[in-house]
C-alpha cells in the first residue's frame, strides 16, 4: 500500500482559509472597461532578459491577468456552479520558476458613479489583489500589488525575513502595464499551474452517475500482509447498492450530484474475522469527494461526524482512497486508536473496479 498521502496539506490550509475568510463576490457588477464587448478578458506580458537584466530586484518574468470565468479550476469533482459571476485571475512566473503562482479575487469601480475612476480588486480576509486602469488603447496597468501576494497573513513573522524576501515577489513587482490578449491566451498560462495528468481521465462525478451502483475493492494476499505487518486492511470495498441508490433518489439533487451522495465501506481485518461496514455521506471539493462519517447504521457512543475519508480518480480507472485521520473502520471510530491521524499502515487505497457481486452484503 502506498503511504503518499492522496489529500494534500496545502490544499486542507487553503480550504479552511477561504471557509473562514469568505466573502461575497457575486454582487460584484460586470466592468465594461475590462470587457467591452461583455466576453471574458486577457491581459498579459512576458518580459525579456533586457528587461529583467535592467529590473534586477524585479522577480516576475511573465504575468497575466484574467477577468471573466474561472480559468483555473479544471473539470473536478465539485458541482458545476450556478454563478455567471465575472471574477479577477491573476498568474505570475517568478525568474527561474518551472510553472506559475496564482490568486483570484473580485473588482470594482473605487467609485461606483464614475467610470473613469480606479478599479479596485479583492480577495478573501480583506486582502487587495491589484488596483487596475486601462488606458486608451486598451493595454491595462497593475499596481499596488503586495509581495506576500501568494503567502498567508503573518507568514514574514512565521517564516523569518530571509526565507519570506525568498518567497516574496521582489521590490520591484509592481506597476505592471500589460498588453491586451485572447482569452485562449491566459487559459494556455493558467493551465500550466497544474497539468491535467490524461492518465486520470474524467473525474469520478462524470464516471460514476447518481442512479448507478458501483464497487470498488482490493484483496491483499498472504504474501502482501507478511511484507506489511503495519497494515490491519486484509480486504477492502466502496460501493453504492440498492439502499444507496434509494436514499439518494429520496433525498438527493441529481444537478448537485456528488453532494448527497452516500456510499459504504466494508472493511476485513487482521483482528477481526468478520466484515465490517460503515456509511458515509460524500461532497465534492476541488478533485476529491470528502466523505463524512454517518450514524445511520447503528448508534455511536462518540460523535463520529469527524471521521472522514477522500476518494479521489485513480489512473486506469481506478479509485484512490485516502484515510489520513483514522477514519475507517479498521479501527473502532469511538475508541482511542482512532484520535488523531491513522497509526497503522492504512492510509492509501488503490482499488479497483470489481462486479457488484463482489460488494453483497
Known amino acids: ?39 471574458d478578458a486577457c491581459f498579459g506580458r512576458v518580459y525579456d532578459a533586457a ?4 529590473h534586477p530586484r524585479q522577480k516576475v518574468a511573465r504575468i497575466f491577468f484574467y477577468y471573466g470565468h474561472d480559468p483555473v479550476s479544471r473539470p473536478n469533482e465539485e458541482p458545476a456552479p450556478g454563478s455567471d459571476t465575472y471574477n479577477a485571475f491573476m498568474t505570475t512566473t517568478v525568474r527561474g520558476a518551472s510553472k506559475p503562482e496564482w490568486a483570484g479575487g473580485w473588482c470594482n469601480r473605487q467609485d461606483p458613479n464614475d467610470k473613469s475612476s480606479g478599479i479596485h480588486c479583492g480577495m478573501d480576509c ?46 520591484e513587482d509592481d506597476g505592471f502595464l500589460l498588453d491586451p490578449m485572447p482569452s485562449a491566451t491566459c487559459k494556455a498560462e493558467f493551465a500550466r499551474i497544474d497539468p491535467i495528468d490524461p492518465a486520470l ?40 447498492g440498492p439502499v444507496e441508490l434509494a436514499s439518494f433518489a429520496r433525498d438527493g439533487d441529481a444537478s448537485n450530484w456528488p453532494n448527497g451522495a452516500d456510499i459504504a465501506v466494508s472493511v476485513t481485518t487482521r483482528q477481526k474475522s ?27 457512543s462518540c460523535d463520529i461526524t469527524q471521521k472522514e475519508i477522500f476518494l479521489r480518480r485513480g489512473a486506469d480507472g481506478t479509485m484512490m482512497l485516502a484515510n489520513p485521520n483514522s477514519g475507517l473502520p479498521v479501527v473502532d471510530l469511538c475508541s482511542k486508536a482512532a484520535d488523531g491521524k491513522t497509526k497503522s499502515d492504512d492510509k492509501v487505497y488503490r482499488l479497483q473496479p470489481m462486479p457488484q457481486s463482489a460488494c453483497a452484503p
Open 274 to 300: 468478520g466484515k465490517v461496514t460503515q456509511t458515509y455521506s460524500c461532497q465534492g471539493e476541488a478533485d476529491q469527494w470528502r466523505c463524512v462519517a454517518s450514524a445511520k447504521m447503528s448508534d455511536f
Open 201 to 240: 481521465g474524467a473525474p469520478l462525478r462524470e464516471r460514476l452517475k447518481p442512479d448507478q451502483a458501483f464497487c470498488y475493492g482490493h484483496d491483499y494476499d498472504d504474501a502482501h500482509m507478511a511484507g506489511h505487518t503495519g497494515q490491519l486492511t486484509q480486504s477492502i470495498r466502496v460501493f453504492r
Open 1 to 39: 500500500m502506498a503511504l503518499k498521502a492522496v489529500l494534500g496539506a496545502g490544499f486542507v490550509a487553503a480550504l479552511l482559509a477561504l471557509l473562514s475568510c469568505a466573502a461575497l463576490a457575486d454582487d460584484a457588477p460586470r466592468l465594461s472597461e475590462l470587457s467591452p464587448d461583455g466576453k
Open 51 to 54: 528587461h529583467l537584466k535592467a
Open 126 to 171: 480583506d486582502r487587495t489583489l491589484a488596483s487596475l486602469k486601462v488606458d486608451d488603447k486598451g493595454r491595462l496597468t497593475i499596481s499596488d500589488v503586495q509581495p506576500d501576494l501568494y503567502l498567508d497573513a503573518g507568514s514574514e513573522e512565521e517564516l523569518g525575513t530571509a526565507e519570506y524576501n525568498k518567497q516574496a515577489l521582489g521590490k
